[in-house]
């Protein structure tokens, strides 16, 4: 596959989930830059914004295997990855596989499960593997992560360990839609009644396992040349500098953000990266790995702020 095809790939995506979800083109853009960049992302909004129904069309769309855990605050590590449970009939023990062995796993509401089952997801997310009772299970190299959380809630919910949110590549924020998107909203669903799934709006398979590979491939060989190397590096650790941040990105942040900007060049249809490429990213990569200095709190900035500033200050290259 060359790059017109990525792209080619991408806009048919992103049309199939137009069908169904209005508003979050954002988000589908970011989704399509993780799924090639072998990343995930972590979706944060109120309730009965389209979180979850965007995950669906997503999966169906790019050919993926949905699967979905709701998080509770009961939910255990064992009900996510499974456990060898003993058979009577043939005196062994059987795998009995638990959702995460899919490849879109739509992580519902994933602040409202205590950190140790939270923890659950880390092996996978980093490795693609999972470990039960000492045997590992590789996970199809197309896994990815969909997590979503509420931010408006603070009744029992564990907020995620900053280890774990360093191993999303994007966190995206979903507002409510714009008064233009919610008539339209309201005029195409508001005669339907149920749930809504993604086939009933048409909502068609575009690609499969060979072609999200293949896609892949494509883009693992775009250029990054070593002035783009440097901006990103030098953009990374100015979030280690600055006095409005306690906690800056860490060096896996710089690695992930190289490789977002190479499947986002991609998807546009270019073999070779832009700064331009790097600043639009910046903000969904940046945001969930750091942390707010006291002063900068009392004073009400927020973390987009200083970061969009700081993108606004690191030279680019020319």
């Given at each position: 596959?060359?790059?017109?095809?990525?792209?080619?790939?991408?806009?048919?995506?992103?049309?199939?989930?137009?069908?169904?979800?209005?508003?979050?083109?954002?988000?589908?853009?970011?989704?399509?830059?993780?799924?090639?960049?072998?990343?995930?992302?972590?979706?944060?909004?109120?309730?009965?914004?389209?979180?979850?129904?965007?995950a669906q069309c997503f999966a169906r769309a790019a050919g993926l295997d949905y699967g979905r855990i709701q998080f509770t605050p009961d939910l255990l590590p064992g009900d996510i990855l499974g456990s060898n449970l003993f058979n009577f009939q043939t005196s062994s023990f059987t795998l009995t596989r638990g959702p995460i062995f899919t490849e879109l796993l739509l992580a519902d509401e994933i602040n409202r499960t205590p950190p140790k089952t939270q923890a659950a997801l880390l092996e996978a997310m980093q490795e693609r593997t999972v470990t039960i009772d000492g045997v590992d299970h590789r996970l199809s190299d197309r896994f990815m992560v969909?997590?979503?959380?509420?931010?408006?809630?603070?009744?029992?919910?564990?907020?995620?360990?900053?280890?774990?949110?360093?191993?999303?590549?994007?966190?995206?924020?979903?507002?409510?839609?714009?008064?233009?998107?919610?008539?339209?909203?309201?005029?195409?669903?508001?005669n339907r009644f149920g749930t809504p799934h993604p086939e009933d709006w048409g909502v068609a398979r575009v690609a499969d396992a060979a072609t999200i590979r293949a896609a892949a491939d494509a883009v693992s060989v775009n250029r990054l040349a070593d002035e783009i190397v440097d901006y990103v590096v030098r953009l990374v650790r100015a979030t280690?500098?600055?006095?409005?941040?306690?906690?800056?990105?860490?060096?896996?942040?710089a690695a992930t953000l190289a490789a977002a900007a190479r499947a986002y060049a991609a998807l546009d249809g270019r073999d070779f990266v832009l700064p331009d490429d790097?600043?639009?990213?910046?903000?969904?990569?940046?945001r969930h790995r750091v942390l707010l200095s006291p002063a900068a709190e009392i004073d009400g900035r927020s973390v987009d702020a200083v970061v969009a500033a700081l993108v606004e200050q690191v030279e680019a290259p020319r």
């Amino acid at each position: 596959m060359n790059i017109d095809e990525v792209k080619a790939l991408g806009d048919a995506i992103r049309g199939e989930v137009a069908k169904a979800v209005v508003g979050l083109d954002d988000a589908v853009e970011l989704m399509l830059v993780a799924l090639f960049a072998s990343g995930h992302i972590l979706l944060e909004g109120p309730p009965g914004t389209a979180k979850t129904f965007l995950a669906q069309c997503f999966a169906r769309a790019a050919g993926l295997d949905y699967g979905r855990i709701q998080f509770t605050p009961d939910l255990l590590p064992g009900d996510i990855l499974g456990s060898n449970l003993f058979n009577f009939q043939t005196s062994s023990f059987t795998l009995t596989r638990g959702p995460i062995f899919t490849e879109l796993l739509l992580a519902d509401e994933i602040n409202r499960t205590p950190p140790k089952t939270q923890a659950a997801l880390l092996e996978a997310m980093q490795e693609r593997t999972v470990t039960i009772d000492g045997v590992d299970h590789r996970l199809s190299d197309r896994f990815m992560v969909v997590a979503t959380q509420n931010p408006i809630e603070n009744q029992g919910v564990y907020p995620l360990p900053e280890a774990q949110l360093d191993r999303f590549l994007f966190k995206y924020v979903v507002g409510y839609p714009t008064i233009e998107e919610e008539q339209r909203l309201v005029a195409a669903m508001g005669n339907r009644f149920g749930t809504p799934h993604p086939e009933d709006w048409g909502v068609a398979r575009v690609a499969d396992a060979a072609t999200i590979r293949a896609a892949a491939d494509a883009v693992s060989v775009n250029r990054l040349a070593d002035e783009i190397v440097d901006y990103v590096v030098r953009l990374v650790r100015a979030t280690r500098s600055t006095g409005d941040l306690q906690l800056g990105a860490s060096p896996r942040a710089a690695a992930t953000l190289a490789a977002a900007a190479r499947a986002y060049a991609a998807l546009d249809g270019r073999d070779f990266v832009l700064p331009d490429d790097v600043k639009h990213l910046a903000p969904a990569a940046l945001r969930h790995r750091v942390l707010l200095s006291p002063a900068a709190e009392i004073d009400g900035r927020s973390v987009d702020a200083v970061v969009a500033a700081l993108v606004e200050q690191v030279e680019a290259p020319r």
